[in-house]
């Protein structure tokens, strides 16, 4: 009988021990908010990514993807062990707690000499998405009013009219307040997210010259938030139909496209091939 264990144990490997961990600590760092949305309004939840982006989706299958065929190696005891303190993080109630233990998870792997290119790069990934997460809202919890701020000066300049704060005077002498989730910085974390899962998955191992396309996603993502806020400063006609859930689902899905088509040109030697 122990002879059976140790060998149904062995028969185990790495990827899927640690694909197992990635699956548990991202499902319990997203159900409130999954749950959430689906009982607030099924239908309009799943058109809406329920209550996360398409982008997010896109990017933990593909990370899940890269983790289940990376390492056929068996698992060893150290595997065994991050295992079950993953599985442990997972129980808890607390997703931050989740999205914390995923953030270890992806240093660890990343790091760790023994793990494979394709593990590493899922470990990257995942890393991107715990900044989407918790991470990048954990930051503007101390930095949202100088984030905000700067967005709001920005609209301000578009538009030709004045900003105190996060606080704009829109064109119709009214007031509009720019908040976390209005802010370049939460969005420039979705595509973060999505050009890492995509570069990662069809290059595994990491360029220096990433960081241009990266750059040139993150100016796209700033430029493209000022825009939209800029047509909500005009009037509230138009801040109720660029704020409305038809612009959000539209917003989700350009922002995913720009991620998405930074990636592509970033690796397409390696689509070519």
Not at 134 to 156: K, N, T
Not at 171 to 188: F, K, P, W, Y
Not at 240 to 258: D, F, K, Q, R, Y
Request: charged residues 10%; positive net charge.
């Amino acid at each position: 009988m122990t002879v059976s264990r140790t060998s149904d144990m062995s028969a185990v490997t790495r990827d899927q021990v640690y694909t197992a961990c990635i699956v548990a600590l991202i499902a319990n760092a997203i159900a409130k908010t999954v749950v959430a949305a689906a009982s607030t309004n099924l239908v309009g939840g799943l058109i809406g990514g329920l209550g996360f982006s398409w982008a997010f989706w896109l990017s933990f299958a593909l990370c899940v993807r890269l983790a289940i065929a990376s390492d056929p190696r068996p698992a060893g005891r150290p595997d065994w062990l991050i295992g079950a303190a993953c599985i442990l993080a997972a129980a808890t109630p607390i997703g931050e707690v989740s999205s914390a233990a995923a953030t270890g998870l992806g240093l660890w792997l990343t790091f760790d000499r023994s793990s494979s290119v394709r593990l590493k790069a899922a470990a990257m990934v995942l890393l991107a998405i715990t900044i989407n997460l918790l991470w990048g809202r954990l930051l503007m919890v101390f930095f949202v009013a100088q984030i905000a701020a700067v967005d709001a000066h920005l609209v301000a300049l578009i538009v030709h009219t004045s900003a105190q704060d996060n606080r704009v005077l829109m064109l119709d002498g009214r007031h509009m307040s720019i908040i976390q989730a209005c802010t370049s910085v939460e969005n420039a974390s979705i595509a973060l997210m999505m050009f890492v899962a995509i570069v990662r998955t069809f290059r595994p191992a990491p360029r220096p010259l990433e960081w241009l396309y990266l750059g040139a996603v993150f100016a796209f993502v700033v430029a493209l938030n000022d825009a939209r806020l800029s047509l909500m400063a005009r009037n509230m006609s138009m801040f109720e139909l660029v704020h409305g859930p038809a612009s959000w689902v539209a917003l989700n899905l350009i922002l995913t496209l720009a991620g998405l088509v930074g990636a592509t040109l970033c690796v397409r030697r390696e689509l070519l091939v």
